[in-house]
């Protein structure tokens, strides 16, 4: 067994044992959503609540004394120890308004929508990561690609996990967020210096991986009993500050290219422009909604999962293009993405307007504006698949046409077989009349001293054939010609009878 695959199969081995203990946990407690925090006399209370757990459904209320989590006090419970959230319990003891209320846990479903989600979104990128690694295995840089799927994959496979305040599974989520944007740039280096002269030392990225493991060195400290809630907080916002320096240096690499490049090499600035398109569209969402708002305003605008979700677009949208080998093609897929765009607007527009006023208490401007960009992504994909869909589907929704069309492509691929004129009937003639679906059909070659030639195939008569060809007499007839050559030397048609008659 060679190096390489021993790093392979172990590689394996680590990605099973995670996914067993994040499925573990995953599915085995609720997701809760509860922020608890202290209040001046050292009572532990219900901060507040996550909109896509399940603390509210339950019927937890906001500033809810919590009395006890599992029979004991809140402060022995880890999760609210470790992240001031409860989390991996089966029972919780509150107060309200003088009451004490018991909640049990275990009759809740542990299976929610973000799991699926994420557990959808964990195979696409794996799968995406495969075809890439092995379709294009002598490409550096679609490594590099498939080094980014798979980080993205082992991100969508900790969140169940990491929501529900695993300590293993926010370990490898802030590790795995932190080093995201510094694959991409070690991508984008690779990428361009395949396709260019330019070539920018990748040495220092050894220095950027030593650092991040460094990091995940450092997150180990939350494995230990004593580990507080105030050194997680300093951890968590580090994640967020490593991955807009990394966010920025990316920028920063390809404002460099954008300016070297735009009037030297056309195609090289199209590429640019794509990725600084592509990049932008994947992180805008992550970093000015959830990640910066949080550094500054300590709430998120967006939350991290959604936005989380965008940073898909870049390197899905370049995985596609290397394995169909379209980068060269990107100005015109470009303008087809703007003009499907373009065409999906107004609709997705009405759509959202009908829905508004169906749901006109319910339908709030938030809600309109997702629904309004979902709808225009949707449609935007459908119009754009179009094409692609009806070749693969021809078959089945329009047949006569398909058959046709396997049948010219049959004759077409025969005539260059074709030694000798009466190898005409045996390879051509007979698929002819048998895709036109006619009684019968005749290749006639006329020579200049006026003798004829015919070759027949199928009920067709070729004495009348020959008078209608010497006389050129076609009114009337049942008969069809088609000019298939002039020449010096003789003139070839193409006779054919009426079509044949089904009997139903």
Known sequence: MNYKKKWVI????????LQVSFFKVAYRYPYLGILAEQNAVGQWYIAGLEKISIGDKVGFKTNDIVISIDGKDPSEHATVQKYHSIEQADKITIQRDGQTLEFSLKEYST??????LSLIGEIFAFLFAYFLYTR??????ASMLSVVFANIALIFMAIGAST???????????????????????????FFKERSSFSLPTY?????????????GIQAVMFLPSAEFEFYSEVYYGTIFIFILGFTLNLALLAYLYIKYRKTNDYLFTVIRTVVIALICSFFPLVFLTFLPRLILKQELAFSYYSGWFVMIFPVVFGYLMMSKQLYDLDILIRRVYYTAFISTLPSGVLVIVNYFIFQKDASLKHLVISFLTTLIVLTFVTYSLEYFATRLEKIMFPRKYYLQQALKKIASDLGGITNFRELRDIVLVDIVDTLQVLGGAIVIQYADGNLEIISEGSIDEKEVRRRIVGNDWFDSDYTRTLIKGHEEYISFLVMTKKKRIRS
């Open 10 to 17: 172990l590689l394996l081995l680590v990605i099973v044992f």
């Open 111 to 116: 299976s929610m929508t973000i799991d699926i």
């Open 136 to 141: 294009i295995a002598n490409s550096v840089s």
């Open 164 to 190: 529900r305040a695993d300590i293993l599974a926010k370990g490898v989520t802030m590790t795995l967020v932190a080093a995201l944007p510094f694959v991409f740039l070690h991508f984008l280096i690779m």
């Open 204 to 216: 220092f990225m050894k220095y950027v991986y030593v650092g991040l493991i460094i990091f995940t």
